[in-house]
């Protein structure tokens, strides 16, 4: 699909640690479901593509053919090839290529430039053959068909992190926080049927810290919409309330009309102790136990390690301990969950 970015803002509030962007893409005719994902191939940052463009020698406007299609050097080393952080099979590749001992590990293409240039300018051919196509990334969809017609909604964490000093970021969630209203956006539909709401009537806990919160903003605004009569609980942690409560209007609104029949928050930076969602679920696992004996469908997105690890262990004790069952009843149990298809998730 082609899309264009209607909005794009940062969802933390001023003084938070996170940068977390609700952007949201208008494009006709988009076919999805709640609980698919975007797929998306980011773009290279303009302050590596045009330091390695200068150290190349090579001109800008001068033609490659690149998978039968002709390319410009600039459009291929900012659109195409991953030169962001070269993986070491890479790295041995270029190693052979400008006949150096170079270490085996993980470096940006710029960083291999300046210590290891190419021998001469003809060989940027050879490096283009042996540099691997930019890799697309999945986002959860956070938007639903039916509440939010032709647009699609992404919750997309800014990927900060520290390298020598130096701040860094992600590739593909640095290129989606950064995109200017109306800008275009060519995404596709990564279909997971394995991530669906249940009949209309059925009941979902849902357990998404973070932008784990994503396909159930998706889940709700479908189930409202559809007047879906399901019950709907909701688990939402992250690290402050004041500046990290993602769409915390949204979700006290469905929690006042009454889409949302129960919301659990835990904020783990703002009590001595780390409160998680795992806390908050075993605080009420009396009726969470009593929710699944009833039909409801258990749903886990975000982080798979250590929050889904966690959370599955949680639910094991609540089981154990709810339901008066050994561990080993226990583990049938959820695995009983997972054959009916009523334990779900999506992590990453
Ligand atoms: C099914 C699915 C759903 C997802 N849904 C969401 C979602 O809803 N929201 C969301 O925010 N994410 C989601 N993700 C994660 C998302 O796809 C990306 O993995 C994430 O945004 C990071 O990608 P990036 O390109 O920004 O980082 P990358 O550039 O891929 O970097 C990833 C990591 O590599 C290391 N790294 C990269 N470059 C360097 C460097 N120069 N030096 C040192 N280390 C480096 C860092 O550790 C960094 O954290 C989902 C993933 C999957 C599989």
Redesign the pocket.
């Known amino acids: 699909y082609n899309g264009s970015v209607l909005t794009n803002i940062n969802l933390n509030d001023r003084g938070s640690n996170k940068e977390t962007h609700h952007i949201e893409i208008g494009a006709d005719n988009i076919e999805y479901l709640p609980g698919d ?1 975007l797929g998306v191939i ?1 773009e290279n940052p303009l302050h590596v593509v045009e330091p390695i463009v200068d150290l190349l020698g090579v001109k800008r406007s001068q033609t490659f053919s690149f998978r039968n299609q002709e390319i410009t050097a600039f459009e291929l080393l900012k659109t195409k090839l991953n030169i ?2 070269l993986p070491e099979r890479v790295v041995s590749k270029y190693a052979a290529l400008v006949e150096q001992e170079i270490p085996a590990t993980k470096i ?1 293409l710029l960083d291999l430039l300046r210590i290891y240039p190419l021998k001469n300018k003809e060989q940027f051919a050879e490096l283009v053959n042996i540099l691997e196509p930019i890799s697309p ?4 969809i956070s938007s639903s068909p039916e509440a939010h017609g032709a647009e699609v909604h ?4 800014r ?1 900060k ?1 520290h ?1 020598n000093d130096e701040w ?7 290129f989606l926080s950064q995109l200017p209203l109306e800008s275009n956006v060519e995404f596709y539909i990564h279909k997971n049927n394995q991530f669906r709401l249940p009949a209309d009537d059925k009941d979902v806990i849902m357990i998404g810290p973070g ?1 784990g919160i ?1 396909p159930f903003r998706s889940f709700l605004a479908q189930r409202d919409a559809t007047d879906a009569g399901g019950k709907n609980w909701l688990f939402f942690g992250d690290q402050h309330f004041v500046t990290d409560f993602l769409y915390q209007t949204e979700l006290q609104n469905w929690l006042e009309t009454g889409v949302l029949t129960r919301m659990n928050v835990a904020f783990s930076r703002d009590t001595k102790e780390k409160v998680y969602v795992q806390h908050k679920m075993m605080k009420h696992g009396k009726e969470l136990y009593q929710w699944l004996l009833n039909g409801a469908s258990l749903y886990i997105c975000g982080a798979r390690e250590p929050m889904s690890v966690d959370v599955e262990d949680t639910l094991l004790q609540i089981v154990e301990k709810f339901g008066d069952k050994s561990i080993e009843q226990a583990v049938q149990f959820v695995e009983q969950l997972k054959d009916e298809s009523r334990y779900l998730k ?1 992590v ?1």
């Not at 990334?137 to 959860?140: D, G, I, M, V």
């Not at 860094?168 to 640095?174: F, Q, T, V």
């Open positions: 994902s980011p962001f952080y940006g990334r999945l986002y959860s992404i919750t997309v964490a990927d992190f390298v860094k970021c992600g590739l593909c969630s640095d932008t994503a999506d990453y």
